[in-house]
């Protein structure tokens, strides 16, 4: 007990009391407080919570392939393509880049990225589902699509380097929490590299870039 525990000092007013050794060696029977020294405790440390996902992990971006795109009927703002998202049909999806590209030649076969967890809008009364990410300029003279590395597959999804692939947020929630707006205030093109809060953008082919803006913001 003596080893594990030391008896508190005893005092009959300023003096010191001094205990017998044998007295000493059962400090119970005087009703003496023990100090002892606090176990070992060998059990593992509990394993800190997984960290919250950020708000581009609940983003659905997939590698899209434009397999057909064409002139708004209704708006000289629009362009409304078909995109190969990896699912049984192409989306059809509305994007306002007319003053950026000229001509549907210059998007069909194109690979992109698109955001795919966002609620149906309807654009110019097109109904858009999902929507293609493009990197801007500061003063927005120049407008591009963000581009993945060639040989990613349609569908691939899109993800912060070095991070795992999270469950994506609902359409609703996506809605509720503006969960893009939050996201879009991080996402940037650096040295022509598609980034999350300085993080690069990859598939698993490797960096998804912005050939024609070096630096700038993406929505």
Known sequence: LLGACTASALALGSRPLTLSPALAARPALLGVRMLCAPATDNAPAAEAPPAEPSKFDLLDVRVGKIVEAWEHPDSDKLWCEKIDVGEEEPREIASGLR??????????????????????????????????????????????????????????????????????????????????????????????IATYKGVALVTAAGRCTSPSVEAGTIN
Request: aromatic share 4%; net charge negative.
């Open 99 to 192: 003053a950026y590209y000229s001509s549907a030649e210059e998007l069909t076969g194109r690979k992109v990225l698109v955001v795919c967890n966002l609620k149906p809008a309807k654009l110019g009364g097109f109904p858009s589902n999902g929507m293609v990410l493009c990197a801007s300029s500061a003063d927005r003279s120049t407008v591009a699509f963000v581009e993945p590395p060639e040989a990613s597959e349609p569908g691939e999804r899109v993800l912060c380097e070095g991070v795992a692939a999270t469950n994506p947020a609902s359409p609703n929630q996506m809605k509720k929490k503006k969960i893009m707006e939050a996201a879009a205030e991080d996402l940037r093109a650096v040295d022509t």
